[in-house]
């Protein structure tokens, strides 16, 4: 078959981050930011925290009016940067609570499948839950009805994770004593940070509105991995499909990894991205990101990487997601689930 290529799984991930590298971004994983802040919850409020985790990368810039070639000659970290693994690194902490909210707070119905919300400003004016009328919608309709109601799920559940939190830190509050959770410290921490940033106050964006972002983006992901299946070997069973998908997300992984920037760009010209940014469209036949590999396995394809930095930027950490155990998984599961439950495979195949 001319989509299946002989490559190792990691090809992708190897020549992504070189890419950045090219771009001239240096990748600071928050792993080991996370590992010393559950040793030393008071970490969170110092100022190393603020000032990018205390990472190696950071400890090596110059300060402000040292000569060139001071501390290894590299400049001092912008605050942006700083800023994101400062986010990213709480967000990463409070996702562990995501996750387990998610998992816990899926609605199904008294037969145990699983209900989604009617979207509220699709154009289709479907029900989900009317299963003859999503049984005799053309499939593009089929797909973005599903994808569409999938993310206001996602919306839903993350607007209940993130009351909790509040809820929690003003517990805490009211208490007087001193004491808090490390996640309600988290969360008041994640706040001060998203005020007081220059790089979020321009993008309007808080805790909420990041990760329902981050969660649309995932899902646009995880359904376009789906769709891609039977693109890329047709004439399968459902069974078949939602064991290949199940067995090539590791090989998907690698997007989560990258700069926003970097991963927008790479959406756009593979196709997963249309043009009007909106998560609702099935993935289209002519898409170049899907492939399979020597081991027929879904991966991702190297060529529509396309190298890219914001003036300013040298760091990037990834999704706060990456971080977080079994997060992205739990995500794959959901979409994966309804593409069963919904006889997806076969209506992608039709025609």
Request: hydrophobic share 40%.
């Amino acid at each position: 078959m001319s989509d299946t290529l002989p490559s190792r799984s990691n090809d992708f991930a190897q020549t992504f981050n070189t890419a950045h590298g090219e771009a001239g971004l240096g990748r600071v994983s928050v792993a080991h930011i996370l590992q010393r802040i559950q040793a030393e919850p008071n970490f969170l409020f110092s100022e190393e925290f603020r000032q990018g985790g205390g990472q190696c990368p950071f400890h090596a810039g110059k300060t402000e009016g040292e000569p060139e070639g001071a501390a290894d000659g590299a400049p001092p970290i912008p605050q942006d940067d700083a800023d994101k693994v400062a986010v990213n690194s709480l967000l990463a902490l409070l996702f562990n609570r995501l996750r387990d909210h998610i998992a816990e707070k899926l609605p199904f119905d008294d037969e145990g499948r699983p209900m989604l919300p009617i979207p509220p400003r699709s154009p289709h004016g479907l029900d989900p839950a009317d299963r003859a009328a999503m049984a005799a919608a053309e499939p593009d309709v089929l797909c973005s009805v599903l994808r569409d109601a999938t993310c206001h799920l996602l919306d839903g559940l993350i607007t209940g994770w993130a009351v909790d939190l509040v809820h929690e830190e003003e517990y805490f509050r009211s208490q007087g004593t001193g004491a808090i959770s490390l996640e309600a410290a988290a969360t008041f921490v994640l706040r001060s940070v998203l005020e007081h940033s220059p790089l979020y106050q321009r993008a309007g964006y808080d805790m909420l509105s990041i990760t329902k972002t981050g969660s649309h983006t995932a899902i646009h992901i995880c359904w376009a991995l789906v769709e891609a299946a039977p693109l890329l070997v047709p004439g399968r069973d459902a069974a078949f499909y939602d064991d290949l998908v199940h067995r090539s997300l590791k090989q998907i992984v690698p997007l989560s990894m990258a700069s926003l920037g970097m991963l927008v760009h790479y959406m756009e010209e593979s196709g997963i991205e249309p043009a009007d940014g909106l998560a609702v469209h099935r993935l289209p036949k002519d898409q170049t990101a899907f492939v399979l590999d020597g081991n027929g396995l879904i991966r991702l394809n190297a060529d529509p990487i396309v190298t890219f930095a914001k003036p300013g930027e040298r760091y990037y950490t990834g999704c706060p997601a990456f971080y977080t155990t079994n997060l992205i998984k739990l995500y794959l599961d959901i979409v994966a689930g309804l593409a069963l439950e919904y006889s997806v495979y076969d209506r992608l195949q039709e025609g």
